[in-house]
């Protein structure tokens, strides 16, 4: 039976791309990163990947925020979904 310390767990209210709302779940298993998708799916990382998570997620953030006023959101969207 896994153990979680669930006073470290995390849940972040979010949608996929067609707009249904979900939950990703962020667990502490053991010294392991846990990602759990809606729909069930698991993500397990090192704490070393955790970290190049974290890294990867400020720079697309970063991006993001930046490309913010140039995007033609429809278009972005439509060229995420055909990949």
């Known amino acids: 039976m896994t ?3 669930h006073d470290r767990d ?5 949608k996929d791309l067609a707009g249904r709302r979900g939950e990703l779940a962020v667990l502490n298993d053991h010294g392991r990163v846990v990602l759990v998708t809606a729909a069930g799916e698991t993500i397990v990382l090192t704490p070393h990947q ?3 998570l974290r890294a990867v997620l ?3 953030l970063l ?3 930046s490309d ?3 995007i033609d959101k429809p278009a972005f ?3 995420l979904k055909s990949r």
């Open 3 to 5: 153990h979680h310390n």
């Open 10 to 14: 995390r849940r972040i209210d979010c």
């Open 50 to 52: 955790g970290g190049q």
């Open 58 to 60: 400020r720079d697309v």
């Open 63 to 65: 991006t993001v925020t």
């Open 68 to 70: 913010q006023a140039r």
């Open 77 to 79: 969207w439509s060229s």
